[in-house]
């Protein structure tokens, strides 16, 4: 008779046919840096993250390189904002400072910065507006100089989390033209218009001011239209896809796994942080097994990269759990 149970007879059996394994490589850590002095401000929403100011971030970069966290993706918050989101590609903005600062403190630990305008403008849309609309091509050229500026400051990996079209060519060329050709792109391809991003937005002061981000970030109902969008940005010159956010969108991972030859990202967005979290706090679930079987089933559905808030914490359970299988 077959049996199914033979496969889960005990831990070392389990772990012996087991198909699937998280890895500290995998987790991209986000990091709020925020204009200002001596700040550490935590975000209510958001439990166990904080906004840090530049001379606070080394306590934070200790904690991520004692986790064994080989990646961060950096959030600037900027003191002034305006129309144009000018301090985005401000040579001396708050997140090239952040990108230097870390750069110079642990130069091996990859820093990819974040390209959109959001953070910046005082209206909170990731694109230049104009009578209520946001422009598409309009904003290319100021996320080209926003890619290059943070380049400039040493980021590895530019990472465009806009929508606009034909934002991954614009880069690239860019990019290359200024003489950044070894710089990786990380396209957040399928982003959806999504309610999970709530969280960030006051982690991120980005909120925006009027409307929504309907007209640029994609409808959440779309499985073949996130297709198309990934096969742009490939075509545009995109290295890695990302899809957001993760856990409510495992089929696209899963599609895009199966359909390109690609490194997958997946990010594990702010609400789903949340959520977990809120739960765990109230004794609801077990946190530690809640969230590594989140990991598992995001890398189970074909994504390699998983950029979330809970690595420092997965890390951690990860190194506990290699010592005990010793
Ligand atoms: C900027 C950006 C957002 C997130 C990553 N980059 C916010 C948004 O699009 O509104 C969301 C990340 C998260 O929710 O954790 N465009
Ligand atoms: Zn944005």
Redesign the pocket.
């Given at each position: 008779m077959k049996r199914m149970r033979r496969l889960r007879v005990s831990r070392q059996m389990r772990r012996l046919v087991r198909e699937t394994s998280v890895e500290r490589g995998d987790l991209v850590y986000?990091v709020f840096i925020i204009e200002g002095e001596n700040i550490k401000n935590p975000i209510a929403s958001m439990p166990g993250i904080f906004q840090y100011s530049i001379d606070r971030l080394d306590e934070e970069l200790d904690r991520v390189r004692h986790a064994g966290i080989g990646a961060v993706l950096l959030?600037g918050i900027p003191a002034h904002k305006d129309e144009a989101g000018s301090e985005a590609y401000a040579k001396d903005g708050i997140t090239q400072r952040a990108v230097r600062f870390i750069k110079e403190r642990i130069p091996e630990l990859l820093v990819i910065a974040?390209v959109?305008l959001?953070?910046y403008t005082s209206h909170g849309h990731?694109g230049l507006v104009s009578h209520g609309e946001v422009l598409n091509d309009e904003t290319l050229p100021l996320l080209g100089k926003m890619a290059v500026s943070l380049a400039e400051a040493g980021a590895d990996i530019i990472a465009p989390?806009?929508?606009m079209d034909g934002r991954v060519a614009y880069i690239r060329e860019a990019l290359d033209k200024a003489g950044y050709s070894n710089i990786m792109i990380m396209a957040?391809s399928a982003?959806f218009a999504?309610g999970?991003?709530?969280?960030?937005?006051d982690?991120?002061h980005?909120?925006?001011g009027f409307g929504d981000?309907k007209t640029y970030?994609m409808d959440f109902a779309n499985r073949k239209e996130a297709i198309r969008e990934w096969k742009e940005d490939i075509e545009e010159g995109a290295d890695v896809i990302m899809i957001?956010?993760a856990l409510a969108y495992l089929d696209i991972v899963r599609e895009a796994a199966d359909r390109t030859e690609y490194p997958i990202a997946a990010?594990?967005?702010?609400?789903?942080?949340s959520m977990v979290k809120a739960a765990a706090a109230n004794g609801w679930i077990d946190e530690k097994r809640i969230v590594m079987e989140n990991m598992t089933a995001i890398k189970r559905a074909g994504a390699k990269i998983i950029i979330t808030?809970h690595a420092i914490d997965v890390a951690a359970w990860l190194k506990e759990q290699e010592e005990m299988d010793e």
């Amino acid at each position: 008779m077959k049996r199914m149970r033979r496969l889960r007879v005990s831990r070392q059996m389990r772990r012996l046919v087991r198909e699937t394994s998280v890895e500290r490589g995998d987790l991209v850590y986000p990091v709020f840096i925020i204009e200002g002095e001596n700040i550490k401000n935590p975000i209510a929403s958001m439990p166990g993250i904080f906004q840090y100011s530049i001379d606070r971030l080394d306590e934070e970069l200790d904690r991520v390189r004692h986790a064994g966290i080989g990646a961060v993706l950096l959030f600037g918050i900027p003191a002034h904002k305006d129309e144009a989101g000018s301090e985005a590609y401000a040579k001396d903005g708050i997140t090239q400072r952040a990108v230097r600062f870390i750069k110079e403190r642990i130069p091996e630990l990859l820093v990819i910065a974040d390209v959109c305008l959001c953070e910046y403008t005082s209206h909170g849309h990731c694109g230049l507006v104009s009578h209520g609309e946001v422009l598409n091509d309009e904003t290319l050229p100021l996320l080209g100089k926003m890619a290059v500026s943070l380049a400039e400051a040493g980021a590895d990996i530019i990472a465009p989390s806009d929508m606009m079209d034909g934002r991954v060519a614009y880069i690239r060329e860019a990019l290359d033209k200024a003489g950044y050709s070894n710089i990786m792109i990380m396209a957040y391809s399928a982003k959806f218009a999504s309610g999970y991003y709530s969280p960030f937005r006051d982690a991120a002061h980005s909120a925006p001011g009027f409307g929504d981000r309907k007209t640029y970030q994609m409808d959440f109902a779309n499985r073949k239209e996130a297709i198309r969008e990934w096969k742009e940005d490939i075509e545009e010159g995109a290295d890695v896809i990302m899809i957001k956010p993760a856990l409510a969108y495992l089929d696209i991972v899963r599609e895009a796994a199966d359909r390109t030859e690609y490194p997958i990202a997946a990010y594990n967005v702010s609400g789903e942080y949340s959520m977990v979290k809120a739960a765990a706090a109230n004794g609801w679930i077990d946190e530690k097994r809640i969230v590594m079987e989140n990991m598992t089933a995001i890398k189970r559905a074909g994504a390699k990269i998983i950029i979330t808030y809970h690595a420092i914490d997965v890390a951690a359970w990860l190194k506990e759990q290699e010592e005990m299988d010793e």
